[in-house]
């Protein structure tokens, strides 16, 4: 059973209560009348919030409530939405579009801001019970988040990099191409095939072209808190040993 509660800026708020197999839904309605662009309706046992906003997905944000932690799907494509997973410790992660994950703490809070809108979940839970064998849900991790290569180079990039400075590009290719087992990229290929991805899921725009996309991937991910210190560690650990 999950105990959600809502709200879409200073106006709107709602309260939901989740049962087992049950979801609560942020999602896109162009539909919806212009003088009541947000609905929260109630469709066989689950919970949807509707808002007439051409940035947000559909859907945006999915909770599911399950026999153990929930999990959260971000729908949310990368438009320059941000979505932001904060713990009551004041941890923060940004999962990656398409991810899917489990919530390991009652009390946290999702946020998704896109123009117009700034709409927080905080999501409460039995945290007690276990996650069941086979769910098939992963942690917020890295083993959950490898397979996007713009994620995964920007947490190679901020676990390599020295406190005031960043990773040296040749290093970040070379660590990059033996975690991936892959032949090392050109310059080139690693900025287009790799690199710039990475800033563009982000929204991040370089003044200039031949500015080091290196420091403002990492300067972005560091302000944000993208990556909490046990990935950073799993990480670090997975490297060496790589021999990198």
Request: negative net charge.
């Given at each position: 059973m999950l105990r959600?509660?809502?709200?879409?800026?200073?106006?709107q708020a709602g309260t939901a209560t989740i049962a087992t197999g049950h979801r609560f839904v942020l999602a896109r309605r162009m539909t919806l009348d212009e003088r009541q662009p947000l609905v929260a309706e109630q469709i066989d046992g689950s919970t949807y919030?509707?808002?007439?906003?051409?940035?947000?997905?559909?859907?945006?944000?999915?909770i599911t409530a399950t026999e153990g932690q929930p999990v959260?799907?971000?729908?949310?494509?990368?438009?320059?939405a941000i979505v932001e997973l904060t713990t009551?410790?004041?941890?923060?992660?940004?999962?990656a579009p398409s991810q899917s994950f489990s919530?390991?703490?009652?009390?946290?809070?999702?946020?998704?801001?896109?123009?117009?809108?700034?709409?927080?979940?905080?999501v409460e839970f039995d945290s007690r019970a276990a996650r069941p064998s086979g769910s098939g849900t992963e942690q917020l991790s890295v083993a959950s988040l490898q397979d996007d290569d713009a994620w995964l180079v920007a947490a190679i990039a901020v676990a390599l990099s020295p406190d005031n400075g960043v990773v040296a590009h040749g290093d970040l290719k070379r660590a990059f191409a033996l975690w991936r087992g892959v032949e090392v990229h050109s310059d080139g290929a690693f900025d287009r095939n790799v690199l710039r991805p990475a800033l563009e899921s982000r929204s991040i725009e370089l003044p200039g072209p031949r500015l080091?996309?290196?420091?403002?991937?990492?300067?972005r991910c560091r302000r944000t808190s993208e990556f909490p210190a046990h990935v950073l560690r799993d990480v670090r650990d997975r490297l060496e040993a790589l021999g990198v």
């Open positions: 959600i509660a809502w709200s879409a800026g200073e106006q919030v509707f808002v007439r906003l051409p940035y947000v997905s559909d859907p945006a944000l999915v959260v799907h971000r729908g949310q494509r990368s438009n320059g009551p410790d004041g941890d923060t992660t940004t999962p919530l390991t703490t009652s009390g946290s809070r999702l946020e998704l801001r896109v123009p117009d809108l700034t709409f927080s979940v905080v080091n996309k290196i420091v403002y991937l990492v300067e």
